[in-house]
Structure formats: C-alpha cells, structure tokens
C-alpha cells in the first residue's frame, strides 16, 4: 500500500473509531486499514475508542492486531488502557485486559499515571475492582 492511501485509510480509521461507528471502523479495516496505526496528531484508534467507552470497537480493533500497551499522542495522551479507566469504562477496561494490557503500565512513557491512580481519581470502583483483580498494583 502506498504512503498516501496508508495515511487516508488510517485517517478514516480513527475517525470512525472516535465517533464510534462500528460500521465504517470494520469498512476501514476491510479497506486496509492497518489496526495499528495514528493520526497525524498520534492518536490511535485503539486509544479515541477506549477513552469513548466504545468496547465493542476495542475488541474489533484489538481481534485486527492493534496492541493494547501502544501509546498514543505526542505527549498529552496516553494507553487505551490509563484512557478507559480515567472515564470509568469498565467494559473497555476489560476488553484490553482480556487481551493483556498491562494494568500497571504508566503512561507519558513510564512517567505518567497508571490506569489504577486514574480510575481512582473517578472515582469508578467497579473499575478500580477489576483493575486490581488483574493485578493492578497502587503506587507509593
């Protein structure tokens, strides 16, 4: 595939994954679109649909191949998996858990926040429970 096409298709792709349009996220992937991919801004697809709660395009996208640890953004972002929990997502939380992302993992590149300090700040306990049943450890 060439340059310009990959950029377009992974364009719709977060487009569709943002506004939680299931239809047209599984047209971009039929098209092409690779499940691992950004925006010109860095957001992935992954990442627009966990912070929207939408898990059924979660594990579409996750089935397709995007990894559920891939940070997105350039900087002010973060993992699906911090971004799902911090809106109390808990069937996106569990969908990327399902498919092993770390629980512990913090985000801005081991700086940040981890998806538990985030859940916390909801406060979302059902989410929180479930974090830490996966072995989401607090930090000190």
Same mark, same amino acid.
């Given at each position: 595939?060439? =340059? ?9 792709? @977060?487009?569709?994954?943002? @506004? ?9 992937? =039929?098209? +092409?679109?690779?499940? #691992? ?6 957001? $992935? ?14 594990? @579409? *996208? ?7 640890d891939t940070e997105s953004g350039i900087g002010s972002e973060g993992t699906p998996l ?8 808990? #069937?996106?939380?569990?969908? *990327? ?8 993992? =913090? #985000?801005?590149?081991? $700086? ?13 306990? #059902? ?7 996966? +072995? ?5």
């Amino acid at each position: 595939m060439n =340059r310009r096409k990959h950029k377009k298709l992974s364009r719709r792709l @977060v487009d569709a994954a943002l @506004v939680g349009d299931m239809s047209r996220v599984r047209s971009a992937l =039929r098209a +092409g679109a690779p499940a #691992e991919t950004a925006d010109p801004a860095g957001s $992935t697809p992954l990442y627009v649909a966990s912070v929207g709660g939408a898990a059924d395009i979660v594990r @579409v *996208l996750l089935a397709a191949g995007a990894r559920p640890d891939t940070e997105s953004g350039i900087g002010s972002e973060g993992t699906p998996l911090c971004g799902a929990a911090c809106w109390g997502h808990t #069937e996106a939380v569990r969908a *990327l858990l399902d498919h092993g992302a770390d629980p512990n993992l =913090r #985000e801005d590149h081991g $700086t940040g926040w981890a998806p538990l300090a985030w859940a916390s700040k909801g406060p979302y306990p #059902e989410t929180m429970a479930l974090l830490v049943t996966a +072995g989401a450890r607090p930090r000190n």
